[in-house]
């Protein structure tokens, strides 16, 4: 129940979320959305639950939590070929919650809704006595029978990846230990572009179409490049070998490798990267890696599918290596 | 990160959430849902969360708890007129979470999910060091242009309500304060009656299609009758007039008003209904009255929407009544 001296609900809709609502919402007047689904397409749906001191630092700008909150729902929808139609949120606020907080997070909200065109369509807001929770639903929409899963990757498929792989894990080190040895010595425009990479996924909206036409099977890299290929393997009945070598990195990654050889192991199975990881035919392939360059969207072939049900191989210089804790996890 | 004598995020998905899994949710294989829209078909979507100490009591039964989760989203749909399609689950369980305890919350998740029709689509489960935090957005549809909008009842519509009021309030007051003076005297079956008021919501979706054809304006009464009308009746810059003596009461119900007078306004109040409140024409009223008899469903007549703006007044033996403080709010 609320104290008489704290906003209600409806002062939270009106003040901060309205403003980000779109037709569908109703302008948040109801208590549910309409949604009228583009004809002749499928919907897409994914759920993400952040909770502060788990996937955010309470001390994070709150802009940049509004931002990442929706991005990493977006980084979903593109994986999956889709093309952003909206989203829900719910919020679990502590009791000491912030005005200046919700507004940063909602202006960051609000800034990403506008960027992906995703507007919000409803949600809910409850008190918790603990860590700020929140939890979004998007819904995107692919053309009927063209989503792109993650289980249907074929033997011989080969293995790309966009971006670069391992800035944010190596952006949240830094975070968590600003004074590391490795850390020290790296120039301030590289801790500044992995600290960045940390709070700011980049979600590929650009290549959902891309994907449909020719991956045969797609995800996006959130909990680790070793750990989420596992799993795309997995769900294929397939495993995968891949050229360490070709494994696209950032120079800030790879001066922080530099620093510390050992680092390459973090970058490979920590979380956040927020790029797309995706099967790709041999026959595919130079259309894909054309139509990603034209899309401003660099990818990188860096193996391939492989029959078998093993974890995925890592070769190395004649190492092989299996990460068998491969997968950054935020349960 | 996960500790590693816990289980994986796989592991629970395995164990607990894929049984209640459609088709849609592709056995939650893939990291995103699979949705065909019903054709001609508008979607309606509505999202809740819950908080243990908040929403219920960390010792409710946890089948009851994962009952009454997805059923204050069925008793939102069904007062949109809508038909449920499906649901995203997220889920940030506390550190001490026992295995127990979510067996018992998925069991009752999945009769429900059974009984609504309703499968389970996708979700998150995430960690984190507070109260469990869950979150549930549900999708319903309804007929292309068909929803039952809350802001578009008329001056002079009849207003309705299923059921009877007040019970769940009761049913937590008695939760809170077993020995309570009025409920020292209560008969066995009504305590009985009220706490399973208070745990197990009825979604009136029996009513959706009944809605559709007679109502002008509906909603649920999740957060009390007086504070619900009240925001109907603002949504559609009306005030309304209720006759108090008309309100459904059950007799559980008037048996602890008997004991205690005051109840009442608790029971006006009080939060957890989960009945249908809707405006009804005149000219279709006898038509909404047979249809919901035949249904199972009894509706009342408690009063009408007026033009004004005002909060609504409650009429009761030559006393008028409003309630400033009107709606129980979960926030």
Redesign the interface.
Known sequence: ??AANRP??DD?IARYFAPMAGEGG?LL?????????PEG???????????A???FFPDDPATSIGRKALGVNMS??A??G?TPLGF??????PDDWAPDWLAGFAEGLREAAAAYRCPL???????????L?L?I?A?GAVP?GR?V???TARGGDRVCVTGTIGDAALGLALRRQPGGAWAAGLPLNHRVYLTDRYLHPRPRLALAAILRDHATAA??VSDGLAGDLAKMAR?GGLSAEIDTALIPFSPAGRSAMGADERLRDLMITGGDDYEILCAVPDARLAAFLDATAAAGVPATVIGSMVEGDGLPVFRDAGLERRYTRGS????
């Open positions: 129940m609320q209600s609900e939270l109703l007047k109801d208590d549910a959305a309409r949604l009228t689904p397409h499928d919907l897409v749906l994914t759920a993400d639950a952040l909770v001191g788990g996937h979903d929808l994986a999956k889709a829900l949120l719910t919020l679990a606020l369509l409803g949600g809910d807001t409850v008190a918790a006595r603990g860590p929770v939890s639903t819904i009927a989503m899963h993650r289980f995800m996006d769900a950054f996890s935020h349960f």
